[in-house]
């Protein structure tokens, strides 16, 4: 796809009611929201700064970490691009192309970002089932493809508008990006519709088998907050794209709901370390006080069944062993909880 050709005449799109003029000022008026989820992502990114520090720089690295990064300041570095992009008047033709390409192809990659820290969440939740793993990341990479190639065919619409001295007024996706425009929220809806029906489920499961610990309650009560607040978000972008003219496309952000889905998305993730933590110390308070969480949260930063492995079931093998701890064994497992946590 080659987006140096040269800049055509956009016009208007076709049952427009007003002018050019008109037209680009509804930009600007979709850039107010983008304003706000700027400020959103700067927040949020000051009041978890304690946290973040204790919780994740301090902490052992792996990958959960690496994309926790990469979601939490990706999404910062993408709502910089996308202010200049839309509120600097004085970018030229080709700036204002390079600016508007950068700004909307990090779209789908903060969102790849976002959907992998919720896949790692159910992964651990079904402590890394083989078929359970292969089955939900094939899911992943189909969606995420998707979302990429939507993107693709959204921005081979992207040009300015230009005024009568040649300056530029502003950069919006037309043609064909116009009529996929709603399209882009899909791949994440069945994918967030698929990840919390298996919470819930596991969820169920665990209620059954008299399985209640506090990170448990934490992966399911964040993870419904997040599907329904985002899900709320992303179908009613869906309704305005597939409902309404033109002129209303304004309306729809989609760089809101991607800040508020980084920024949920990330604060699960630490309320699942501190929660983690917190579960360290009563079991071992002296090294909790002595030494950082790198140093008593063993296997949190690696593949997420640590989550469910140390810390939830306190030194039991088996969820039945964790719903019924007078079971064989149980001994044997407290000892070796001891062991570790004297290693440690």
Not at 193 to 205: A, D, E, R, S, Y
Request: proline share 3%; aromatic share 12%; hydrophobic share 45%.
């Amino acid at each position: 796809m080659n987006y140096s050709t040269p800049y055509v005449n956009y016009t208007l799109p076709v049952g427009y009611p007003g002018t050019l003029a008109d037209y680009v000022q509804s930009i600007f008026n979709a850039g107010y929201l983008d304003v706000v989820a700027t400020a959103m992502i700067l927040f949020d990114t000051v009041i978890v700064i304690g946290d973040e520090i204790q919780l994740v720089w301090r902490g052992r690295w792996g990958i959960p970490t690496i994309v926790y990064l990469l979601n939490h300041y990706g999404i910062l570095f993408q709502a910089v691009l996308n202010q200049v992009a839309v509120n600097d008047v004085y970018l030229s033709q080709d700036h204002c192309l390079q600016w508007n390409l950068a700004s909307n192809w990090f779209i789908p990659i903060v969102m790849m970002f976002v959907e992998a820290m919720l896949v790692l969440r159910v992964t651990a939740l079904y402590q890394n089932s083989f078929y359970v793993s292969i089955s939900i990341w094939s899911l992943y990479t189909i969606c995420v493809g998707i979302m990429f190639l939507l993107t693709g065919m959204l921005l081979a619409g992207v040009g300015p508008f230009g005024s009568a001295d040649g300056s530029v007024l502003a950069c919006d996706i037309r043609q064909l990006g116009e009529n996929l425009f709603y399209t882009l929220w899909i791949p994440s809806l069945v994918l967030e519709t698929v990840l919390v029906l298996m919470t819930f489920w596991k969820g169920l499961l665990h209620r059954r088998s008299g399985v209640n610990t506090p990170l448990l309650t934490v992966l399911e009560r964040d993870g419904f907050m997040y599907f329904f607040i985002v899900f709320g978000v992303m179908a009613g972008n869906l309704a305005i794209c597939m409902t309404v003219q033109d002129v209303y496309y304004a309306l729809v952000s989609h760089r809101l709901t991607l800040c508020i889905s980084s920024i949920l998305s990330s604060r699960l993730f630490l309320h699942l370390r501190k929660t983690a933590y917190s579960s360290q110390g009563a079991y071992n308070t002296d090294i909790s006080k002595e030494a950082p969480p790198s140093l008593v949260e063993t296997q949190l930063s690696e593949p997420l069944s640590g989550w469910l492995d140390y810390h939830e079931r306190n030194g039991y093998d088996t969820e039945e062993e964790i719903a019924h701890p007078g079971t064989v064994g149980a001994t044997d497992n407290n000892d070796e909880k001891s062991s570790i946590g004297k290693a440690e």
